[in-house]
């Protein structure tokens, strides 16, 4: 089975920062698209970011210049650096996986989510 954890979540206040951590583990073939969702109270769940096996990455528009993603292959972590956190920014930040668990078969995965409060 495969488990995705998420760490890293918190209170800040505006202008700050958080860094986020995710990571797989348990029968794992090898990882492709690794990425970051977010959804905030009576909003659908939107894509932060994410990041490709060979570091491609994708960023929202919303978060450009501000958030950074990033990911060890080694040790089957994603990370998302948050800086200039905004009130707006507040959320449940969701990690995600596209993981073959064996050479022949590929599926998404999720995290259990984090929350990320921005506020002073």
């Known amino acids: 089975q495969v488990q995705l954890v998420e760490s890293g979540g918190g209170l800040v206040q505006p202008g700050g920062s958080l860094r986020l951590s995710c990571a797989a583990s348990?029968?794992?073939?090898?990882?492709?698209?690794m990425g970051w969702y977010r959804q905030a109270p009576g909003k659908d769940r939107e894509l932060v970011a994410n990041?490709?096996?060979?570091?491609?990455?994708n960023y929202a528009d919303s978060v450009k210049e501000r958030f950074t993603i990033s990911r060890d292959n080694a040790k089957n972590t994603v990370y998302l650096q948050m800086n200039s956190l905004k009130p707006e920014d507040t959320a449940v930040y969701y990690c995600?996986?596209?993981?073959?668990?064996?050479?022949?078969?590929?599926?998404?995965?999720w995290g259990q989510g984090t929350q990320v409060t921005v506020s002073s």
């Open positions: 348990g029968r794992i073939f090898s990882i492709n698209l």
């Open positions: 995600t996986g596209r993981i073959k668990p064996t050479l022949d078969s590929e599926q998404d995965y």
């Open positions: 990041i490709a096996s060979r570091g491609y990455t």
